[in-house]
Each structure stands twice: as structure tokens, then as C-alpha cells.
């Protein structure tokens, strides 16, 4: 069975610096790729960063430049690091996967972890 675990969230100053990791395990198929997504309270999830196998990586327009998204193939894990943390930042980050087995995909997400940004 294929998990993600989220860790990494809490509590930070605005303009502080956290970096959040999900680990992928159980996997039995090629990741296609991995995301972070974000759903601040009463809002809709939304897509924050995506890096593919090959290392392409694509970023929400209101994201870009602060935060960074990279993983490590090998280990099934991908990171966000997010720098100049700001009062909206604040949310429920969740980890995304999708695994492909050729044509077919699979999406995987994870329970979640809580960033909180204070003034």
C-alpha cells in the first residue's frame, strides 16, 4: 500500500523559513511525479509546486521566488522549502504523487501538515 508522510509543518515568524518533506513509501510503480498543495482555510486546495522524475519543475504564479520545490528520486522524497513566509501562507500543505504505469496514473495524496505563520 503506497503512503505519504508529511512532516516538516508548525508554527513560524512572518518572513521566517521552513522546509516541509513527504516520503513516499510502499511505492511499486514509476513516480510520475510529486507536488505540494495547499488549502488555507475555507478555500480551495491548490497547487503550489510540481517537479516531474526528470527534475522539470513547475510553480504556482503566486508562489514563485519564495518557495522551492526538489526531491531525491532515490528515496522517494520530495521537499518545499519556503522562505519569506507571509500571514496568508498559512494552511494545510499536502503532499501529492502520481505514479504511472503506462498510460494509467495513480494519485496518491498524504493526511497533511499544518503551517502556521504568525505576525
Known amino acids: 500500500q503506497v503512503q505519504l508522510v508529511e512532516s516538516g509543518g508548525g508554527l513560524v515568524q512572518a518572513g521566517g523559513s521552513l522546509r516541509l518533506s513527504c516520503a513516499a513509501s510502499?511505492?511499486?510503480?514509476?513516480?510520475?511525479?510529486m507536488a505540494w498543495y495547499r488549502q488555507p482555510p475555507g478555500k480551495p486546495r491548490d497547487l503550489v509546486a510540481r517537479i516531474t522524475s526528470g527534475g522539470s519543475t513547475t510553480y504556482a504564479d503566486s508562489m514563485q521566488g519564495r518557495f522551492t520545490i526538489s526531491s531525491d528520486n532515490a528515496k522517494n522524497t520530495v521537499y518545499l522549502q519556503m522562505n519569506s513566509l507571509k500571514p496568508e501562507d498559512p494552511a494545510v500543505y499536502y503532499c501529492?504523487?502520481?505514479?504511472?504505469?503506462?498510460?494509467?496514473?495513480?494519485?496518491?495524496w498524504g493526511q497533511g501538515t499544518q503551517v502556521t505563520v504568525s505576525s
Open positions: 510502499g511505492t511499486r510503480f514509476s513516480i510520475a511525479s
Open positions: 501529492h504523487a502520481r505514479e504511472g504505469l503506462g498510460l494509467v496514473k495513480f494519485d496518491i
